[in-house]
C-alpha cells in the first residue's frame, strides 16, 4: 500500500504558473507509475499526465501539452506537476494517483492509490 498527499494548490492568475506536489509513503516509490488526474466542478475526473517509474517515460493530455510538465524524485519520493499559462479551464481539484509500474494508463480506474487531492483555482 502507498499513501499518498498532495500540496501546493492555490489561487493563480491566468498565464502564471504552479508547481504542486505529491508526497508518497508506505512502499517503494519507484514500484510505481504515477499519474495527475483532475476534476473540476460537474465534470468527471480526467487524465492530466503520467510518469513511468524510472521517471524516463512521460505522456500528457492533449489539453496540457507543452504547458505542463510531469516529473518525479525517486530519492525524495515525490511526483510533481509543474503548470505553466494557466487557463481558466484548468480549475479543478488535482489528484495524484499510483498504479504498478508494468504498464502506464491514462484511466483513472487502473490506479488503485489516490491522494486527497489539492484545489488550483485560476482567475482572470
Known amino acids: 500500500q502507498v499513501q499518498l498527499v498532495e500540496s501546493g494548490g492555490g489561487l493563480v492568475q491566468a498565464g502564471g504558473s504552479l508547481r504542486i506536489s505529491c508526497a508518497a509513503s508506505g512502499r517503494t516509490f519507484s514500484n510505481y507509475n504515477m499519474a495527475w488526474f483532475r476534476q473540476a466542478p460537474g465534470k468527471e475526473r480526467e487524465f492530466v499526465a503520467t510518469?513511468?517509474?524510472?521517471?524516463?517515460?512521460?505522456y500528457y493530455a492533449d489539453s496540457v501539452k507543452d504547458r505542463f510538465t510531469i516529473s518525479r524524485e525517486n530519492d525524495k519520493n515525490t511526483v510533481y506537476l509543474q503548470m505553466n499559462s494557466l487557463k481558466l479551464e484548468d480549475t479543478a481539484v488535482y489528484y495524484c494517483a499510483a498504479k504498478s509500474r508494468e504498464y502506464t494508463s491514462i484511466y483513472s480506474s487502473a490506479y488503485p492509490y489516490w491522494g486527497q487531492g489539492t484545489q488550483v483555482t485560476v482567475a482572470s
Open positions: 510518469v513511468s517509474w524510472s521517471g524516463g517515460s512521460t
